[in-house]
């Protein structure tokens, strides 16, 4: 189960990751301009701030433990 909160983080780290990769120097050229082509269009901060506004059942920046117990208990009873 993936909640809200760990989407958002995983997109979030995943920018980092492709960023990581173009800096480092002895990623093999390919390798690095697909990074930076997936980068082109990754959703910056303000579209993924925007994406939680919109959608919070999607993407949430935090979610409140109690939120997050309700969410996994939920999610829980239909598997």
């Known amino acids: 189960m993936t909640l809200p909160?760990?989407?958002y983080r995983a997109v979030v780290q995943t920018?980092?990751?492709l960023q990581e990769i173009l800096s480092t120097p002895r990623?093999?050229?390919e390798?690095?301009?697909?990074a930076r082509s997936l980068l082109r269009h990754y959703p910056s901060t303000w579209n993924m701030?925007?994406?939680a506004r919109?959608?919070?059942e999607v993407f949430a920046e935090r979610m409140?433990?109690?939120t997050r117990l309700?969410?996994?208990y939920e999610e829980s009873k239909t598997q």
């Open 15 to 17: 920018e980092k990751f």
């Open 64 to 66: 409140e433990d109690v």
């Open 31 to 34: 390798i690095k301009q697909r």
């Open 5 to 7: 909160d760990e989407r």
């Open 49 to 51: 701030q925007e994406a």
């Open 27 to 29: 990623v093999p050229k």
């Open 54 to 56: 919109s959608a919070p």
């Open 70 to 72: 309700i969410a996994q």
